[in-house]
């Protein structure tokens, strides 16, 4: 059963820091490379971090040097640190298999997301 659970997010002041976490279920995870999206209202959604089954990463322009991402395959989970937040990073962030998973008869399957905002 496919499953993504994103926990984390909250409201903090320009210049803080969050780190996201996603637990992924098994069939998702394992040797796929796993990433983090984020959607900003009237956006589309983006990829902003990702990770390989062998931990190679990559970022988007606007995260390189402020965001980290990193995997822990015995639990299952991926996260996100997130450091010297700016406003314009406020959206909401969800985890998926780098490309998004693709449920048969569904569709792209995303999870709740955990919604991330960045005062000034």
């Known amino acids: 059963q496919v499953q993504l659970v994103e926990s984390g997010g909250g409201l903090v002041q320009g210049g803080g820091s969050l780190r996201l976490s996603c637990a992924a279920s098994?069939?998702?995870?394992?040797?796929?490379?796993m990433g983090w999206y984020r959607q900003a209202p009237g956006k589309q959604r983006e990829l902003v971090a990702g990770?390989?089954?062998?931990?190679?990463?990559n970022y988007a322009d606007s995260v390189k040097g402020r965001f980290t991402i990193s995997r822990d395959n015995a639990k299952n989970t991926v996260y996100l640190q997130m450091n010297s937040l700016k406003p314009e990073d406020t959206a909401v962030y969800y985890c998926?298999?780098?490309?998004?998973?693709?449920?048969?008869?569904?569709?792209?399957?995303w999870g709740q997301g955990t919604q991330v905002i960045v005062s000034s």
């Open positions: 098994g069939t998702i995870f394992s040797i796929n490379a």
């Open positions: 998926n298999r780098v490309p998004p998973l693709v449920v048969a008869g569904t569709g792209t399957y």
């Open positions: 990770i390989g089954s062998n931990s190679n990463t």
